[in-house]
């Protein structure tokens, strides 16, 4: 019975180490999500300039300027009336549709606008007005009518409209430029990076098409020659925070932490207001593990953007890994108030419920980041967990089972079915599944040293010591199998 007592401390130990190490997980995926990068896309070009359609009156032409100057200035629903006011007096106007519908447009993207995609309806209906009755600015239009789907979600209806303003245009500089941004949106890189390479062929000195470029190059994981096309930008405009951030992205995926965080620092001395920079230098301190530091700049971008759930969720991350977990719960409600759909930000905060354990708690926010992504493995491996920990080993076998099925080279998931049947005293399923945690792990020490356990428990004494011995090879300084192995030989 002594050495049947010791047994079940150590497998309750490991157990809750498990949980620990799948947490570890959970905060590396949403570092991930915290990283911020943007492509950018200019919105209207200076040098685009409507072909004079001749006899027009002077009211319309000052409406006009009017509606213009106050585009300018963001006063977009006063120039949308201007706009109208011309289109009333001469409905055959395509200048007029074409100007309105940039007006809706520009207002459409202000931001957290709640009728975003109804006004952007509105200004393809513009656009589309103005194809039909002005050929001689068509290009212009559908180019416009391509941004205003780029920005609906409507990435194939983009690409056919910049198709049809290059046809007209093949000197069209924005179009490519766009056009390359929807096939980004659409991971089609290959492409993205010809239609941003001939923008440059035809406008050479602008920083934003390099930018954009080098965000393709890096994700197809070519972090080199993205570097090289963000250097190129930064010579041409060494004044955008946006640029050194993308910089800054690149080296950080290339491993280069201390390059990746002077750019952030550049970043942030050129826009002391970027919300994004200081995050994403926050998640590099957070990988060093200085999770003060990460902490200061976390709160620095949420001063900036208080509605910015990505820092709220990392905020709490680096709460977590410093053991305050009350804090790190208080950031992750924070997070899922201003976006009741982050899952990820549910799973951790059920991980610093867990580590509370009030495993009721972290069951119930496991459950809602299963709601919101049912085909998460770890959503269900974590929930096994806490099931396991309040001893309810059939939802947790279920749990884990579901893990399996959505990943079937979980190592973790089947040490942990593993431990939840030994508890059930099923060693026969117990040892199967450690043995297939082993095969798709064969540095898992602890699930060596579980399925010794079991073999200890059959009375299969050689078996367990052979386990205790290939987990001690792995990890020499297993203290669990050193006391296992030891009772193993003592009831030799």
């Known amino acids: 019975m002594k050495n049947k007592k010791r047994f079940f401390q150590g497998l309750a130990l490991i157990a809750i180490f498990a949980v620990q190490a799948q947490i570890a997980v959970a905060q590396e995926d949403s570092m991930h999500e915290g990283e911020s990068?943007?492509?950018?896309?200019?919105?209207?070009?200076?040098?685009?300039?409507?072909?004079?359609?001749?006899?027009?009156?002077?009211?319309?032409?000052?409406?006009?300027?009017?509606?213009?100057?106050?585009?300018?200035?963001?006063?977009?629903?006063?120039?949308?009336?201007?706009?109208?006011?011309?289109?009333?007096?001469?409905?055959?106007?395509?200048?007029?549709?074409?100007?309105?519908?940039?007006?809706?447009?520009?207002?459409?993207?202000?931001?957290?606008?709640?009728?975003?995609?109804?006004?952007?309806?509105?200004?393809?209906?513009?656009?589309?007005?103005?194809?039909?009755?002005?050929?001689?600015?068509?290009?212009?239009?559908?180019?416009?009518?391509?941004?205003?789907?780029?920005?609906?979600?409507?990435?194939?209806?983009?690409?056919?409209?910049?198709?049809?303003?290059?046809?007209?245009?093949?000197?069209?500089?924005?179009?490519?430029?766009?056009?390359?941004?929807?096939?980004?949106?659409?991971?089609?890189?290959?492409?993205?990076?010809?239609?941003?390479?001939?923008?440059?062929?035809?406008?050479?000195?602008?920083?934003?098409?390099?930018?954009?470029?080098?965000?393709?190059?890096?994700m197809m994981g070519e972090y080199d020659k993205a570097i090289e096309d963000y250097n190129l930008a930064i010579q041409i405009d060494g004044d955008d925070a946006w640029l050194y951030s993308l910089r800054g992205s690149a080296y950080f995926r290339k491993g280069d932490l201390e390059l990746a965080i002077a750019d952030y620092d550049k970043a942030i001395e050129v826009n002391?207001?970027?919300?994004?920079?200081?995050?994403?230098?926050?998640?590099?301190?957070?990988?060093?593990?200085?999770?003060?530091?990460?902490?200061?700049?976390?709160?620095?971008s949420i001063g900036i953007a208080p509605n910015y759930a990505i820092a709220y969720n990392n905020r709490g991350i680096a709460f977590t890994d410093k053991r305050d977990n009350d804090r790190a719960i208080a950031d992750f409600t924070r997070a899922v108030q201003i976006d009741p759909k982050y899952t990820i930000a549910y799973r951790n905060r059920a991980n610093a419920h867990a580590n509370k354990r009030d495993f009721d708690k972290a069951i119930a926010d496991y459950t809602q980041a299963i709601q919101l992504d049912p085909n998460n493995a770890v959503s269900y491996s974590r929930r096994g967990d806490a099931f396991y920990n309040i001893k309810d080993y059939d939802r947790a076998i279920a749990d884990y089972s579901q893990a399996i099925r959505l990943r079937a080279n979980n190592s973790m998931a089947f040490n942990n079915r593993g431990n939840a049947h030994y508890f059930k005293g099923d060693y026969e399923k117990a040892i199967a599944d450690y043995s297939q945690a082993i095969q798709l792990d064969p540095n898992n020490a602890m699930a060596f040293n579980n399925r010794g356990f079991a073999y200890f428990n059959r009375g299969e004494d050689e078996k367990a010591i052979a386990d205790y011995e290939a987990a001690l090879q792995i990890d020499p300084n297993h203290a669990l199998a050193m006391t296992n192995l030891e009772n193993a030989r003592q009831s030799q």
Not at 279 to 291: A, V
């Open 37 to 218: 990068v943007f492509v950018r896309n200019e919105p209207m070009q200076a040098e685009e300039n409507f072909i004079d359609q001749g006899m027009q009156f002077s009211i319309e032409e000052n409406s006009l300027d009017r509606g213009r100057q106050f585009v300018a200035n963001k006063d977009y629903e006063t120039a949308v009336a201007e706009f109208s006011e011309v289109i009333r007096l001469n409905p055959n106007l395509a200048e007029a549709y074409l100007l309105r519908g940039r007006a809706i447009l520009a207002e459409a993207l202000e931001p957290s606008n709640a009728e975003k995609s109804a006004l952007i309806e509105k200004a393809i209906e513009d656009f589309t007005q103005a194809i039909r009755l002005g050929p001689e600015n068509a290009a212009i239009a559908y180019r416009e009518r391509g941004r205003a789907y780029l920005n609906n979600g409507d990435f194939n209806k983009a690409i056919a409209n910049y198709d049809q303003a290059i046809r007209i245009d093949p000197n069209y500089t924005t179009a490519f430029r766009d056009r390359g941004g929807a096939y980004y949106e659409i991971k089609d890189y290959d492409k993205a990076i010809k239609d941003y390479t001939q923008a440059i062929q035809l406008e050479a000195d602008n920083a934003i098409t390099y930018g954009n470029r080098g965000i393709a190059f890096a």
């Open 272 to 300: 002391p207001n970027n919300a994004d920079a200081f995050n994403n230098r926050g998640f590099i301190h957070y990988m060093q593990k200085d999770y003060d530091k990460a902490i200061e700049d976390y709160t620095q």
